[in-house]
C-alpha cells in the first residue's frame, strides 16, 4: 500500500483509533526490528501531547546511563485507564522496559511495554509495536 | 502514525480508499464516546459513511451479484474456485478486525478470528488448495502470522511472530511459501516464509530496497515475482526473477521489468496458467497483460484495461481480488464519493454550486470571497493536489500537480498565495504558491521527519502560522531566515489534546479546540496572544466559546470586524456567536445557524470555509 493510499485509508481508523497524536513517524526514528530491555531508575515522566517521555536510569558497571523513551500521546493510556498518577508513583522506584531502538544509536527508544514497581504492565501496543 | 491506527490502516486497505482524510493527525474528537447513546450516533455515522458493498464482476466489469449486506469490509480474497471470499470486517463499536469467510452464492459468513479490543486480523491469502487461509494477527501487541482452516474448524497455526508489522500477500502455487512485505518510510522489504516442517518458521529475506514497496506475488512456476514500487517517483508494477537463496540486495542478473505504464496502485497477481497477469492503475482501471514465463527473459506485452469503477464509488487495489482463473472480480464497493462544492447562506439555503462534482476535501474561502482553495483527488492519475476554483465562475486551477499529496491549504490574509502542507523525502513541510498557480512553490518551513501536521491559519500581519500535532504550534516566518532554519514553537503543548488554531483578525487572539475540561469533548476557547511573546498563551484565562455539551468539531471561524464567531458541532450544526474583544475577550451564548445532513468527509478541525463577513458557508456536499 502506497503512503498516500494509506493516508487516504484513514477514515475508519481514524474513528475507530480514539484520539492520538505523534508528533514523528515512529519507524523513522526507532527500528522495530532493534528492541533493548532496560532495567533501572524511573527519574521523570514528562506526561504531555504529542507524546509521553519517560527517563530512566540503568547501570553498566558503575556508570549509569540515562535512557530516554518515548510513548504514546496521554490520551491513549487514558483511554486504557492508565493515568499519570500510575506512572509519578514510580518515581524513584526500579521498573523494566523494553523498547525499539533509536536508529541514530542514542540512549532513546519508543516504549512497548514497562513494567512498574507494584507489578503494574504497562503497554503502549499496539501503538509503538 | 499512531496505534491501532496505523494497524488498522494496513488492514482495511479497503475500507475507505477514497474517503481523503489525508490530514495527518487525528482530531480528538475522533474517539469513540462512552456516553452508549452518543457512541452509537457515532457508530452508526461511521458505518454510513463507510460501510461497503461486496460486489462480484466478470472480466468484462458486469455485475454479477451482490455478496451479503454492507458491512465494514477490506481486503477481500476470493478462493480459488471463486465460490468463497475471505475478507475483513471491522466491527466499530469493538475496535476489532476480524476474518471472515463469506459464500458468493448466499452471503452467509463463518468467522474465523476473534479479536480483542483494537486488535484484529488483516490480509488473508488463500493455500492453493481453498483448504486453510494465512492471514496476519495483532495480539498481545505483536503482530504474528497463522493459518486455519477455511471451514474455522480447528485451532489457528502460529506460523511467524514478527518484530513489526508485515502484510501477507500470496500463497505460492505449489504451497510451499507465503510471501509478505514490510515497509516504512526507511525503504521496503519482501520476505518468503517457507511453509515446510512444524513450529515457527523462519522467513527469507528476498529483496530490500530504500523504497516503498508492496505486493509480492509469484508466477505459478516460481520463477518470477510481481511488486509494487515507487522507486520511480510514483507506484508501478514490476516483475523481478525470484530466487529465495541470493542475497536480499544485490541486484538480479536480469530485469527488473516494469510492466505498468501509467502507475499502478496495487495487486499484480497472475493467472493460474502464468500467461496473464492483472494489477490495478492509477485511475482504478484493472489491467491485464499477455505474460510468459518459459524462456529465460520474462516476456510481456502491452497492459489492456478490462474495466474501471466508476467515477462516484471508485475502488483500489486494496478492495479488488481476482479469481485464479481471471475471470471472476470481488471489489468492495464504496457508499457514493462524489462531492459538489456548494454554498450556502446563514439560513442554510443553497446559494451556489462551484465547478463540477469530483473528489473534494477541505473547501477554503478566499479572504477577499471571490475563489475557494480545496484538496482534490484526480479520477485519473489518483494525485491529490491542491486546486483553486473561482465561486463566481467555477473554473478551476491546479496549483500543485504531482504525486506527493498536498494536504491541509490556507489562504495568505490578502488572498494571493495559498499554503499547504506536503511531505517530501519523508519530511512534512509547508508550501507555499501563488493562487493563480503561476510561479514555483516555495517552502516555508519543514518539521521533524515523517511527522504529521494540520495547517490551520496564517495570521493577519504575515507572521506566523500555526499549525497541530495534538500541540498547537506557531511558525514565525521572519524574512531573514530560511526554511530550513524556521523552528516551530510550542504555543500550547500540555496533557490535554488542542487543534485548530485561528488568529482573531486583530492579531490578539488565538481560538483553538481543546478537549481541557472534558477528555471525550473538544471545545472552542480562545485566548490571549502576545507575537512578541510567542512562547505561551498570554496572561488570562481560556475563555470557552462553545458551551453545547457534544462539544465542538471544529470550523472556527472569526468574522472580520471581531464581532462574530463561528464554529461547528459534533451534529453538524453551524453556530453563530456574538463576541467582543476589547477590553477582553467574551462570549455570548451560541446560537444555531442551520444545521447539515452529516456526515460530511474532511476533518472540520482544519475548515475555514466562511466568507469574511459572515454570510456564506462552504462545504463539499455529497453527491446523492
Known sequence: ?129 | MNDFYRFVIMTTAALAVVVVLALAPLPAQAQLPTDPAERAKVVDQIFQANARQLTLFDRQGKPLSQIGTRDMYGAPALSPDGKRVAVIKADIDKETNDLWVLDVATGKGIKLTSSQAREGANSPVWSPDGSHIAYVALRGGNFSAYRKASTGEGSEELLYRSPGILTLTDWSVDGRFLSFFSTDLNGGTFYALPLDGTGERKPIEVFRNKFQLQGAHLSPDGRFMSYVSNESGRNEVYVRPFNPTAAANVAPAKGPWQISEQGAQGMAVWRKDGKELYYIAADRGLMALTVSTSSPDFDFAKPKLLFRSPDATPVGAGATSITPDGERVVMSVPPPQLRQLTMFDRQGNVVSKIGQPGLYVQPGVSPDGKSVVVMRTDLQTGNLDIWTYDIATGKGTAITNDVPPENAPIWSPDSKQVAYVSTRQSYAGIYQKSADGTGDEELLFRYTPGAGMVLTDWSPDRKFMTFYTGVLLLVPLRADQQALDRKAIEWLREDYDVAQGRFSPDGRFLAFLSNEADHEHMQVYVRPFDASKPEAPGPGPAVQVSKNKEGAAGMIFWRRDGKEMYFMTRDWEVMAVDITSSPTFQAGTPKLLFKLPGPLVGNPAQWKNVTSDGERFMFAMPVK
Open chain 1, 1 to 129: 500500500m502506497s503512503h498516500r493510499t494509506a493516508v487516504c485509508l484513514a477514515l475508519a481508523a481514524m474513528l475507530l483509533a480514539g484520539s492520538a497524536w505523534a508528533h514523528h513517524n515512529m519507524s523513522a526514528l526507532f527500528d522495530f526490528n532493534d528492541r533493548v530491555n532496560l532495567s533501572g531508575t524511573l527519574t521523570k515522566v514528562d506526561w504531555r501531547n504529542p507524546h509521553i517521555e519517560l527517563i530512566v536510569d540503568t547501570k553498566s558497571g558503575e556508570q549509569v546511563q540515562t535512557w530516554s523513551l518515548e510513548g504514546p500521546p496521554p490520551s491513549f493510556f487514558r483511554a486504557r485507564d492508565i493515568n499519570k498518577s500510575d506512572f509519578e508513583g514510580a518515581l524513584g522506584k526500579s521498573v523494566t522496559a523494553e523498547a525499539s531502538r533509536a536508529r541514530d544509536g542514542s540512549r532513546a527508544g519508543l516504549l512497548r511495554v514497562m513494567t512498574l514497581p507494584d507489578g503494574k504492565i504497562v503497554s503502549a501496543c499496539p501503538q509503538n509495536c
